[in-house]
């Protein structure tokens, strides 16, 4: 039996609302779908770059503290330079006043005479030549004079040694010195210093730990004691 006309226009309007409903149930099959892989994508995306950020924060953090610590270390070396500084000042200070001290000893020619006895016969017995030269200020050739005319019985007795001493007259200690002698070999290759200002260092470097002691207390850090 034919189809007619109508018929065949229904039969095409179904099969192309059909079709329809097949291109639009895959259409949104295909939209979810992306849909889908969009988030799981962008999900993907937004966790790589949250832990790249979180890794550049960590990383900046670190340089930070690693920055603090450099600049406390720089502030506690500055800090201990200082007081190294300031503790050297106050030593260097009491050194002067002991230099201070030293001129009144000079200043009386009693005591600077005794002095001088010890200074010139102690160089003598270090030096131990046959011939020595005796140098002092300007101003204290008559008292070392004086010593030395002393001092060679002395050294005799002592050494079991005969010896000659000479006073240089031709170079001299400088005027502004604190006084003492200084005693050279004949050949002058050869000198003990007996001057004020050097048994003053001597004396202070031997007494070094001690008057560090004295004035800032026991060094918690120091493990050896000679």
């Known amino acids: 039996m034919a189809l007619s006309d109508v018929d065949v226009r229904k039969q095409i309007k179904h099969m192309m ?3 329809e409903q097949e291109a639009n149930e895959k259409a949104e099959e295909i939209d979810a779908k992306a ?3 969009f988030n799981i994508e962008k999900g993907r995306l937004v966790q790589t770059q949250r832990l790249k950020i979180m890794e550049y924060y960590e ?3 670190k340089q930070i503290e690693q920055q603090k610590k450099i600049q406390m270390s720089t502030i506690r070396n ?3 330079l200082k007081v190294l500084r300031a503790r050297d000042n106050l030593i260097s200070e009491l050194l002067d006043d002991a230099k201070l001290r030293l001129s009144r000893i000079v200043a009386d020619p009693k005591a600077y005479q005794g002095l001088l006895d010890k200074l010139v016969l102690q160089a003598l017995l270090r030096l131990l030549e046959p011939v020595m030269v005796v140098r002092c200020r300007p101003q204290d050739f008559l008292l070392v004079e ?3 005319q002393k001092a060679i019985p002395q050294y005799i007795m002592a ?3 005969l010896v000659e001493v000479q006073i240089d007259q031709k170079e001299h200690l400088g005027v502004n ?24 260092d001597l004396s202070a470097q031997e007494k070094m730990p001690e008057i560090r002691t004295a004035l800032f207390g026991a060094n918690a850090n120091r493990k050896f004691f000679i």
């Open 159 to 161: 050494s079991q040694k």
């Open 17 to 19: 609302a059909f079709i």
């Open 35 to 37: 849909e889908e892989e």
């Open 59 to 61: 990383k900046k953090e």
């Open 177 to 200: 010195a604190a006084g003492g002698v200084e005693v050279y070999s004949s050949n002058k290759r050869i000198k003990v210093s007996s001057t004020l200002e050097s048994r003053l």
């Open 146 to 148: 004086a010593a030395v």
């Open 78 to 80: 500055q800090a201990r």
